[in-house]
């Protein structure tokens, strides 16, 4: 990346949010490590500072719009204007439609949705001053439904629509957005699934590389080489895609 630019990725303490950190951070980005978890976003910075980068560790819920505007003044202050977005922060609260309660379903839109939304537009403010933006909004194969995930399937087919629209409504000023939809990655998520459903985690990721077509699961930096692809000054061209990064075609 020619130009040094700031970024914010959220729940960027751990898994695909800090391996996507990492990456931005290694492509010259300062790099700001949004999480609900100040202890984990620090470690998460002290690594990227140790290896080199810019980085900085902001504590915020980002479902909550008071939170979200301070913690976007707090990167614009301290790093400069952002204008790279990870809307990546997100949470399960797997179950079957029948068992599962009005709370499981407003924490994961609260999450997924409603704090996609309030990052965008906190953001994007300094993405039209700048008149050059990007955006990248982390989807899920589940989009397309999975079983137990009537919530989190329907917030992540969300996101494509809230993705598309915004490289409608922003790209007139110099600002792209992108959705990508990972297939299983090996991360806290996956594990906390195969700890559900009782199952071993070596043998729910073997179960798993099975199914998939390159013959193994994916790792965080799968997606964060994508991001990385997506955020870069060359990719002006590319709006309004979904990615699916899942080792094979999906249906
Ligand atoms: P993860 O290891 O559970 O990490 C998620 C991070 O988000 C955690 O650090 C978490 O903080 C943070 N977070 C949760 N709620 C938040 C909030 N309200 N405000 C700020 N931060 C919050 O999950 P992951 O596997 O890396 O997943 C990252 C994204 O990829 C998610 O959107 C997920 O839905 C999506 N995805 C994952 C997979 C997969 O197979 N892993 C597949 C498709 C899509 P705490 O630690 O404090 O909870």
Redesign the pocket.
């Given at each position: 990346m020619s130009v040094a630019r700031v970024g914010i990725v959220?729940?960027a303490?751990?898994?695909?949010?800090a391996a996507t950190a990492h990456r931005l951070a290694s492509d010259r980005v300062a790099v700001a490590v949004?999480?609900?978890?100040e202890q984990?976003a620090k470690a998460t910075v002290d690594a990227i500072a140790a290896a080199g980068g810019r980085a900085l560790a902001v504590q915020?819920?980002?479902?909550d719009a008071a939170q979200v505007e301070a913690a976007v003044a707090r990167v614009a202050e301290e790093l400069g204007a952002p204008t790279i977005l990870v809307n990546?922060?997100?949470?399960t609260r797997d179950n079957l439609l029948f068992k599962m309660t009005e709370s499981d379903w407003d924490q994961v839109m609260g999450?997924?949705l409603k704090?996609a939304f309030l990052m965008t537009k906190a953001v994007q403010k300094h993405m039209v001053d700048q008149q050059w933006g990007r955006v990248v909004n982390?989807s899920?194969?589940?989009a397309l439904g999975n079983r137990g995930q009537a919530n989190y399937s329907t917030a992540k087919a969300g996101l494509q629509g809230f993705t598309k629209t915004l490289a409608i409504e922003l790209g007139k000023f110099g600002v792209t957005a992108n959705c990508i939809a990972?297939?299983?990655?090996a991360?806290?998520?996956?594990k906390s699934t195969a700890e559900r459903l009782g199952v071993d985690w070596e043998k729910f990721v073997a179960a798993n590389a099975k199914q998939t077509p390159v013959q193994r699961v994916g790792e965080?930096d799968d997606i964060a080489n994508a991001v990385s692809f997506l955020v870069a000054e060359a990719s002006g061209f590319v709006s309004g895609q979904v990615l699916y990064v899942a080792g094979g075609p999906v249906s």
């Open positions: 959220t729940g303490a751990r898994g695909i949010g949004v999480d609900l978890d984990a915020a819920d980002i479902s990546n922060a997100g949470i999450v997924h704090g982390i899920s194969i589940a990972p297939g299983f990655i991360s806290e998520m996956t965080p």
